[in-house]
């Protein structure tokens, strides 16, 4: 019988739960803070399952041995913070080549370097965008509660095997740290997305990197009936390297396309009291936890302010962002870097002078009172 | 067990960078490099079919077929 | 089976260089293939960056040319997912000691049933011959105009020390050999490691005045002997070929079963 589970957990465990929930298979990962959790709670969770847990020599190792678990056809996710994600982003650029899916999560902390490991920041807003080289693009995912983080969790399982391509969880420290309830679903209550086999016969010449018309990309594991080449060089439709300029042209808008035409349907948001609002704060993670606050406060004032919520960071949702807010006198990004979802909101609206930063870099979570101190500056009438 | 009989070289000239180890190392000097630079099996009634030849091609284009 | 059922000949005449001794690598890994009957739907080649990871595309297996140095790395991930798969990983001497040092002795420690193959040739070749960590103290690359005075270390003495469960070297110019110890590592249940000397007529063999490549091989021939010969006992520079180590350690992919089985009890 299922029976519904509520447990008072981290946010890192919402997120272990959820990773199983959808399917994980394999996980490996390295020690770092804030994320290590993921890692202890897998090491017991996922061999109950059946599933594998690896502990490797550092997180380029880590995220290499996922992207090869992922070849055989398991679902497969890595766990990290900073210094590890920046040391993961080859890895990563492989895995957006060679159209491998699998999760990353960053539980971000305070950087750049070392930083400030065991304190809050969102300063890899950017770098989850841009941190492997060369032109891409990604799905980057986040929460701010934990009942959001193991659906956004299950959400980015699906996507990664949707689209054939790696999914960056981007939480935070305060997230991830921060305990509170969470109800594990029923089985089926969310969606499960699996992998998508090919159905080509043994014998038959299959195309591991030929889309259907739908656009997916059928795969078939490694170790099966259909012996193929995986390469980050640019390649054919047989995983085969190609310089021709029209094989690279190809690719390459292939990989950017399955995911920027798809944006709508990649985009996660919630909106809270947007109807009528005229100031809009914009926020994601734990520093839309502290909008929401002000927001419902000043609301109980009879003041015309809201929140829009962003769970998928990239591709940035500027169409919904634009249109949510189009009414906004002013509009407020929350968040603790120095701008990072506020550049992406001045180019999505139509007056970039009516967009304001309200932040915090410090270590320390952004609280309501900062919120509300950088909305009196903003109003000209001083803290 | 009989020793193999040589039948034929069988040399895939597409292949052949004509780099010299097959013909270096034939114990019996059976091979040679043409004027194209491809190996060529000059005195192949020399050969004691030893495979030597293919076992150490690189370019994999070397094929002792025996009787 | 046939060589030519081993290949993908529509990739032929192979890129490397006239007299590559990775092309012998080639020939000696599909004869021991061939001679140990292996199912090619069985076999997955992961391979990194450099000469030597263009040798997983011309094999007809499940084939991975992955990221320079972390060939060990992914090759991890598959092997622990589905361990009844054979993993060859085929390495350069950079990409498995240099950049790939750290995975190459973590994998050895761990002891994961797989094969690890450095084609050491002593130099990077494919960007365009500078010295690498096993060039060799003296000697002459790209990046070594003067004299290279970086001391190499022993790929055997490293793997036996770090816990891999077979060891061996051979060279290219001992093609019978090399076929020989290769079937001897897949068939080895642990983490195999063959280093087998190969030669770079274009950029090591030239600049150091080695020759070009049957001539470096006539080098191998009389700088190795046999491990444990009299002959290294007389002149301490030669360097020996063999089987160094052959031994049983718990293996990891099936320790890890052990974990689950004991997981699904305790839960």
């Known amino acids: ?383 | 067990m009989p020793k193999a009989k040589l039948k034929e070289h069988k040399i895939n000239r597409r292949w052949c960078k004509g780099c010299g180890i097959c013909a270096h190392f034939c114990p019996k000097n059976v091979l040679e490099i043409d004027k194209d630079e491809k190996a060529v099996a000059a005195r192949p009634e020399d050969c004691i079919a030893c495979r030597l030849c293919e076992l150490r091609c690189p370019d994999l284009a070397i094929e002792i077929i025996t009787e | 089976m046939a060589i030519k059922d081993y290949i993908r000949e529509r990739f032929f005449p192979q890129m490397w260089c006239p007299g590559c001794g990775h092309g012998i690598i080639l020939n000696g890994l599909i004869k021991a293939v061939e001679e140990l009957g292996l199912n090619k739907n069985d076999i997955v080649m992961v391979s990194g960056i450099g000469c030597s990871a263009r040798i997983s595309g011309y094999l007809d297996f499940h084939t991975m040319h992955t990221l320079h140095g972390r060939a060990l790395a992914f090759a991890t991930g598959i092997k622990m997912s589905r361990p009844e798969l054979n993993v060859l990983v085929p390495m350069g001497d950079g990409d498995a000691l240099a950049i790939g040092g750290n995975h190459f002795i973590h994998a050895a420690r761990r002891n994961i049933d797989m094969t690890a193959i450095v084609m050491n040739n002593r130099v990077y070749g494919m960007t365009g011959g500078q010295y690498s960590p096993l060039s060799g103290y003296g000697t002459l690359a790209t990046t070594a105009p003067y004299t290279n005075i970086d001391h190499p270390f022993d790929v055997v003495d490293l793997a036996v020390a770090v816990g891999a469960t077979f060891v061996a070297r051979s060279t290219t110019y001992h093609i019978r050999q090399l076929t020989d110890l290769i079937k001897k590592a897949i068939t080895h249940k642990g983490f195999s490691v063959v280093e087998i000397l190969s030669q770079c007529p274009t950029y090591y063999g030239r600049k150091n005045k080695e020759g070009n490549a049957y001539e470096m091989m006539e080098l191998m021939k009389q700088t190795t002997t046999p491990v444990g010969s009299e002959a290294k006992k007389q002149n301490h520079d030669l360097i020996e070929t063999g089987v160094f180590v052959e031994t049983d350690k718990p293996e990891y992919c099936t320790e890890y079963d052990k974990i689950i089985e004991r997981a699904k009890k305790d839960n």
């Open chain 1, 1 to 383: 019988m299922n029976e519904k589970i509520i447990k008072f957990v981290q946010g890192n465990e919402a997120c272990v739960e959820a990773a199983i929930y959808a399917g994980l298979g394999f996980f490996a990962g390295y020690p770092i803070t804030p994320s290590t959790e993921i890692a202890e709670l897998l090491s017991v969770r996922l061999p109950q399952t059946g599933g594998k847990f690896l502990q490797m020599e550092d997180e380029i190792a880590s995220i290499c041995a996922i992207i090869g678990a992922s070849l055989t056809g398991n679902k497969v996710m890595t766990a990290t913070s900073g210094p590890g994600f920046s040391l993961m982003q080859e890895a990563l650029g492989y895995a957006v080549m060679a159209e491998i899916p699998c999760v990353i999560v960053n539980v971000q902390r305070g950087g750049p370097s070392t930083g400030n490991p065991t304190h809050v920041s969102q300063g890899d807003i950017n770098q989850a965008r841009w941190g492997t080289h060369g032109d891409h693009s990604i799905i980057v995912l986040t929460a701010s509660n934990h009942q959001d983080v193991f659906s956004i969790t299950v959400d980015a399982f699906n996507m990664a095997e949707m689209y054939r391509t790696p999914v960056i969880l981007l939480f935070d420290e305060v997230v991830a740290h921060l305990r509170e309830g969470l109800t594990i679903p029923e089985k089926g209550a969310l969606d499960i997305v699996d992998r998508l086999k090919t159905s080509v016969k043994r014998g038959v010449d299959f195309h591991p990197y030929l889309p259907r018309e739908d656009g997916r990309l059928p795969m078939s594991d490694f170790g099966g009936i259909h012996r193929y080449n995986v390469t980050g060089l640019f390649h054919d439709m047989w995983g085969f390297p190609s310089s021709d300029p029209k094989v690279v042209h190809g690719l390459l808008r292939h990989l950017v396309d399955k995911i920027e035409n798809n944006v709508y349907d990649i985009s996660r948001y919630k909106e809270y009291f947007l109807e009528d609002a005229r100031t809009i704060f914009v926020s994601y993670g734990s520093s839309a936890r502290s909008a929401l606050h002000v927001v419902k406060n000043r609301r109980a004032r009879g003041e015309r302010i809201g929140l829009l919520e962003l769970q998928t960071l990239w591709p940035f949702p500027a169409g919904i962002v634009r249109e949510k807010c189009s009414e906004a006198q002013c509009i407020i990004v929350v968040e603790m870097n120095m701008g990072q979802v506020l550049q992406q909101v001045k180019t999505a609206v139509d007056n970039p002078d009516k967009v304001f930063l309200a932040n915090r870099i410090d270590g320390e979570l952004i609280t309501p009172t900062d919120i509300r101190n950088i909305m009196r500056l903003i109003q000209g009438r001083g803290v």
